[in-house]
């Protein structure tokens, strides 16, 4: 399928149609929908001058048409294109009725779980740059600090994925501005950060429960292992809705019985993943279980 285009006007405002026509915003449309689903309508022109413009000098094809061709033949440049052209919006505590579900309806079973001998996986899918992971991993350990490392010694994985290696990297880092962190409970970030200078970071345990891969949603998943709980959240409304509906299956083959997927405020499941996955609270959903 192709992406959608509207018909709009050449030469686009101040651009040279020589360096980027319309021909060109629907060949990089239509790149960025086959590699990782992401539709862009005529109203992102601009948007997609501005994000590769600095890769078409970097690469010295002098104009997107050249760029464009380089793209065809060359995988790497093309993968840097479109995670150039993500949207990287988040912020910590983001949509916290999820983290307030997590902690209250979740979270016990996983400590008791653990505290069992078993392990508990969570993925935070499409994670930009880590506020999110961040948020759960701190509500996983809690408020209490024994207790809290405690469960981190147990068989406690988190998996956090984006496809755009920059984000991914400021992630690892984890290290945000002071004020940043101000919508997270003010025990967790007593508990499991460090403010200096004005600048805070996670702490090395929490860090070390972490493991940040890139990852195309739409590509192969190598993860073996069922999860107990998937955040993908404000991700797929870049997507139309056939991508959503699979994508979705996806994750509802991914994760163990009676595991949870939480997802954007804006976005719904549907599709045959609406057989399997049923709504437990605001865009939360459960796993029937077996």
Not at 8 to 25: H, K, R, T, W
Not at 153 to 180: F, I, N, S, W
Request: charged share 20%; proline share 7%; with cysteine.
């Amino acid at each position: 399928m192709s992406a959608a285009h509207a018909g709009f006007a050449e030469p686009l405002p101040g651009i040279s149609p020589a360096i980027y026509s319309v021909a060109d915003f629907r060949a990089l449309s239509d790149i960025a929908y086959a590699h990782a689903g992401i539709i862009l309508p005529e109203g992102k022109a601009m948007l997609v001058y501005s994000r590769l413009a600095p890769l078409v000098r970097e690469t010295g094809c002098g104009s997107f048409g050249n760029y464009v061709a380089r793209l065809r033949s060359d995988a790497a440049e093309e993968a840097r294109a479109v995670a150039a052209l993500t949207t990287n919006h988040t912020f910590f505590y983001r949509e916290p009725h999820h983290f307030a579900h997590f902690a209250e309806q979740v979270r016990p079973a996983l400590v008791a779980s653990l505290e069992a001998g078993r392990g508990a996986r969570l993925w935070s899918a499409g994670c930009s740059s880590g506020e999110e992971t961040w948020s759960l991993a701190m509500t996983l350990l809690g408020s209490e600090p024994l207790a809290g490392r405690r469960l981190a010694g147990r068989d406690l994985k988190m998996l956090a994925t984006d496809l755009a290696p920059h984000v991914l990297r400021q992630a690892e880092t984890a290290t945000y501005p002071a004020k940043d962190l101000e919508p997270v409970p003010q025990e967790l970030r007593r508990c499991w950060t460090q403010e200096a200078d004005g600048m805070a970071t996670v702490s090395d345990l929490t860090r070390a429960l972490v493991r940040f891969r890139i990852l195309n949603l739409l590509g192969p998943w190598p993860m073996r292992h069922p999860f107990d709980v998937i955040f993908c959240r404000n991700v797929m409304i870049y997507f139309d809705a056939e991508t959503k509906e699979q994508l979705v299956a996806r994750f509802a083959d991914a994760l163990a019985p009676g595991g949870y997927l939480y997802i954007g405020h804006s976005e719904r499941v549907t599709g045959p993943a609406a057989r399997i996955l049923r709504p437990v609270g605001p865009t939360i959903y459960r796993k029937a279980a077996a």
